[in-house]
Each structure stands twice: as structure tokens, then as C-alpha cells.
């Protein structure tokens, strides 16, 4: 006679569970994922919970308070100017990647406008110098 399912106990057990090794039936094992119903609810419990603050690391951290501290400083820029009028003068940059995001109002924001597209010149420029670099390293060590 064939195994018996180890979790109900009553059906021939037809696969065996990735995570526990478990002998199990067709309706206590999920084909998806190749795991019985205990470990697949233990999985999804575990995706379900959120990842707290605490457990970023400092960098993460770092990175998204000076992100959100820039973004509102931007945002009390231009309502300041929206209220004020267009006599004030404002702008800034976002660079995604080598791409440059540019926003102005006032006569400095064509300088901004010039300086994203000088920087975005230098970083192509940077990139396929370092990209030769790194070719040319990864030659010599086959060639060794």
C-alpha cells in the first residue's frame, strides 16, 4: 500500500512538499509553488507582514529624509513664488539615471536648463570612459 497524506491523513500522498518534505495529497499541496498548505500559509503570512522602519538600513534612511526634505523644500519654493508673483525666480533638477528632469520659472532657469544639459554631456561621457575601463579589465583577466 502507497504513503498517506501527512496532513489529512486519509488520501494517498502523490507529491512531497519542497520546504518540509512532507508526503502529501493533491488537495492539501499547492502545484504553484510546489509546496503542502502549511508551508504555502506560513509563506504568505510572512510576505503579509511589513518590513517596520527600524529594519531599513541607515542608508535607506538617510536617502528617503533628504529626498522628502528636498521635495518639500521645492514645494515651499513654488508656492512662494505663486503667491508672490513671477517676480521671484526658481528651479531645479532631477536626474534619473542620466536623463535631467528641469523645472524654472524666472531668467536663472535657463541657466539651470544649460547646466542639466552640460552635466547630462559629462555623464554620458563619464559613463562609456568607466564602461571601456571595465571592458578592458575584464579582457585581461581572460587573457590571464
Given at each position: 500500500m502507497g504513503r498517506v497524506c501527512e496532513i489529512c491523513g486519509v488520501n494517498p500522498a502523490?507529491?512531497?512538499?519542497?520546504?518540509?518534505?512532507?508526503?502529501?495529497c493533491s488537495q492539501c499541496f499547492e502545484k504553484t509553488s510546489w509546496?503542502?498548505?502549511?508551508?504555502y500559509n506560513k509563506?504568505?503570512?510572512?510576505?503579509?507582514?511589513?518590513?517596520?522602519?527600524?529594519?531599513?538600513?541607515?542608508f535607506i534612511k538617510?536617502?528617503?529624509?533628504?529626498?522628502?526634505?528636498?521635495?518639500?523644500?521645492?514645494?515651499?519654493l513654488m508656492v512662494a513664488g505663486l503667491m508672490?508673483?513671477?517676480?521671484?525666480?526658481?528651479g531645479f533638477i532631477i536626474f534619473i539615471g542620466p536623463i535631467p528632469i528641469m523645472l524654472g520659472v524666472?531668467?536663472?532657469s535657463l541657466l539651470a536648463f544649460f547646466l542639466a544639459i552640460l552635466l547630462l554631456i559629462i555623464g554620458i561621457v563619464l559613463f562609456f570612459i568607466f564602461r571601456r575601463i571595465s571592458f578592458q579589465s575584464i579582457e585581461k583577466r581572460h587573457i590571464i
Open positions: 502523490m507529491y512531497v512538499c519542497s520546504n518540509c518534505g512532507r508526503n502529501v509546496l503542502c498548505i502549511e508551508c509563506r504568505d503570512q510572512s510576505f503579509k507582514e511589513e518590513m517596520p522602519w527600524t529594519s531599513y538600513p541607515l538617510i536617502f528617503l529624509i533628504g529626498f522628502l526634505l528636498a521635495f518639500l523644500g521645492m514645494i515651499i508672490e508673483g513671477v517676480s521671484q525666480s526658481s524666472g531668467k536663472p
